[in-house]
């Protein structure tokens, strides 16, 4: 991938002064060497993708001093993201030269005094602050005075190096706060001799050339993404010379090129590495100008195919518009259009897509197959802080969804519908296995969300062990399949006589099954029994929640000024297509 | 290629071209600072495939320098 030079940046982070996006971030950048211009890099990078970003870079050196005394200015500042970079000089000061000057046994306790010292920093850093910490590990230089004979050495220079990163990384593995970004892959992925430039080092302390530090910052985007919970979730794909070479309405079923042999293994691969994705959650669709007849013959039945029928939520193959096409993916798999990422080989295509839903992300897929795996793989779009058990099964619950949809276009009317559906909530308290993706939820959802309050993990397990709120879940199965965790409450309960609603909210996978009514009558069944007389509720409308507007008069609720009222005394009616359980 | 050269300190300076002569330098662009001499320096040599030495580099003081230690590496400043 291209990237611009670090003059750019420079100077465009300079005329980004007055710039206001919806979406904020404010992020602090400590470092052991001189990295100047990363945070204007990072800066316009946010720009790009309409989030406004503020930067505090801390002194040159001065992490420790910043970290550990919590009247700094790094705390003042009150950063969402603070990035941490300390090279593998700084961690080894005399002996990054002199390794083998000390017994094997002294660089394994080495090791442990390290790993400490950057855990102990760590640690005080969540202490004070419940900013998200992304830590850098250390880059593991390629040279060793040892020559060959290096990984004969017991426990040596090498070995050491990744004996800390690795310990760093198994410790920090379970924390919610701290991250760890590979940056020796980083090195490896750029080359040693391009990230490190020695003229740069002795000229200015740079441990990253400037060359590279746009790169960086790309790569460290993904924290971003993840962070504000911005990340994409569906890849909608074409198919001729997209995911097969040639055209099958002209090559024909034994025509198109697609196999092991060159040039139809770059199309294999490609489509294996979407597999991946796939099976990671990410939601696969098809937009494709072709007889559906000859396409899905192919994605049935060709015998190197890696993509099957199964993997698709959605299979637009037909000759209507890329753009309607599009819209009707977005509506029938309930995704914003933001939340798509289009691969088409076709530039016309592309260009009438980008200029009529300029929300969708476009990919300029070059002509030659062999370079459509890299720029998958290049994709940091997908970025999120945590992989939830959810996460792994969406793409498949999107299949599912499309023969539910089958089910819902084949039934008479919505009940006979919902009543074959054999619907089951389960309403779950929030505990370690939920408490992540109950977090996610007030993170992503959009669209049926009463108050779009977004909340990080910890303030979730605040809410959990504080007895003066009710937090809890939804899990969803029907006869298709499991949905997962896909609806959230959270209840402030303070006022003994008065609930109030803080957030509630349901997953796009599950809405128009009356799966709402189910957790709020769950909800108004819990007060009830507490003695409480009312649950009191608010709307507050966004750009995209207008189909939770009517969500609380339609339950009975009552409007009193700004928000709305339900008596728990007035029996609440759960539909009849759903059963209902409590763990 | 001066022209090329000019636009290029322009560019990476952030100023008009027309304001680059053979002595600016960090005391009459005030957007020259050490740093953004580091990036210009970079951006040259990308620019016109050239490997300053640190000796070169350090030198820089004005333009006129840069033109110094691009002719010496072979480059051809026309005007």
């Not at chain 1, 100008?289 to 029928?309: C, T």
């Not at chain 1, 959009?446 to 879940?473: H, M, P, W």
């Not at chain 1, 969803?476 to 109030?500: A, L, M, Q, R, S």
């Amino acid at each position: 991938m291209k990237e611009e030079k670090l003059s750019y940046y420079v100077n465009k982070a300079a005329e980004l002064n007055n710039h206001s996006f919806d979406k904020k971030i404010r992020i602090a950048i400590l470092s052991s060497f001189t990295l100047n211009g990363f945070a204007e890099t990072i800066q316009v990078k946010c720009a790009e993708k309409k989030i406004q970003c503020l930067t505090y870079v801390g002194g040159y050196n001065q992490y420790n001093q910043e970290i550990l005394n919590s009247q700094s200015a790094l705390y003042k500042f009150k950063p969402d993201l603070t990035f941490l970079f300390i090279d593998t000089r700084a961690l080894l000061q005399d002996l990054f030269h002199h390794p083998h000057t000390i017994s094997a046994d002294e660089r394994k306790s080495l090791v442990n005094e390290k790993t400490n010292e950057i855990l102990g920093l760590t640690a005080k850093f969540s202490e004070i602050t419940s900013s998200k910490l992304v830590l850098s590990n250390f880059a593991i230089p390629t040279f060793s005075s040892y020559g060959i004979f290096e990984n004969k050495t017991d426990f040596g220079f090498h070995r050491m190096l990744n004996e800390i990163n690795n310990k760093i990384a198994d410790e920090l593995s379970k924390s919610d706060s701290v991250y760890v970004y590979d940056f020796d892959k980083f090195v490896t992925k750029f080359g040693e001799k391009n990230v490190f430039d020695y003229k740069q080092f002795f000229f200015g302390d740079m441990k990253i050339s400037l060359d590279h530090i746009p790169y960086l910052a790309s790569e460290i985007m993904s924290y971003v993404i993840g962070y504000l919970g911005i990340s994409k979730k569906c890849i909608v794909l074409d198919l001729d010379n997209t995911l097969w070479g040639g055209i099958i309405g002209e090559d024909g079923f034994n025509g198109i090129k697609l196999g092991p042999d060159p040039p139809g293994n770059a199309f294999m691969e490609f489509q294996k590495t979407l597999l991946s994705f796939h099976q990671r959650g990410i939601i696969l669709a098809i937009n494709s100008k072709n007889n559906y007849d000859d396409a899905i013959k192919v994605i049935q039945e060709h015998p190197y195919m890696q993509l099957r029928e199964d993997n698709f939520a959605s299979l637009k193959i037909n000759w209507n518009d890329k753009v309607s096409n599009m819209k009707e993916i977005a509506e029938e798999i309930n995704i914003g259009l933001d939340s798509i990422i289009f691969f088409d080989d076709d530039p016309v295509n592309r260009e009438f897509v980008k200029i009529n839903l300029p929300q969708v992300e476009i990919i300029d897929l070059p002509r030659d197959p062999s370079e459509f795996v890299n720029i998958l793989k290049r994709l940091n779009e997908f970025s999120v802080l945590k992989i939830t058990q959810e996460d792994q099964q969406r793409g498949k619950m999107y299949v599912e969804q499309r023969k539910r949809n089958d089910l819902e276009k084949s039934s008479p009317n919505l009940e006979g519908f919902l009543k074959q559906l054999d619907l089951r909530v389960s309403i779950k308290t929030a505990n370690d296995f939920t408490i992540p993706r109950i977090s996610q939820l007030t993170l992503k959802t959009n669209q049926f969300n009463l108050t779009t309050k977004r909340y990080q993990e910890n303030d979730i397990k605040k809410f959990a062990q504080d007895k003066s709120y009710l937090v809890g879940c939804a899990q969803v199965e029907d006869k298709f399949g499991d949905n997962g965790i896909t609806g959230v409450f959270i209840v402030n309960k303070n006022n003994p006589k008065e609930w109030y609603l803080d957030t509630f909210l349901l997953s796009c996978r599950v809405m128009g099954r009356e799966v709402e009514k189910g957790i709020i009558g769950y909800v108004i069944k819990k007060a009830k029994e507490s003695g409480v007389q009312y649950l009191r509720a608010q709307f507050i409308p966004t750009q995209k929640n207008k189909p939770v507007e009517d969500f609380l008069p339609n339950c009975g609720f009552k409007k009193e000024l700004d928000s709305w009222v339900y008596s728990v005394n007035v029996p609440f009616e759960i539909p009849n297509c759903l059963t209902v359980s409590t763990e | 290629m001066s022209k090329k050269l000019f636009e290029l300190i322009a560019k990476v300076m952030n100023v008009p071209t027309t304001s680059i002569n053979d002595n600016s330098g960090p005391e009459s662009i005030e957007s020259w600072t050490s740093f953004k001499g580091y990036v210009l320096l970079y951006e040259l040599e990308s620019e016109f495939k050239v490997k300053f030495t640190i000796d070169e580099a350090m030198d820089v003081k004005k333009v006129s320098d840069i033109k110094r230690h691009l002719t010496n590496h072979g480059i051809v400043l026309n005007d």
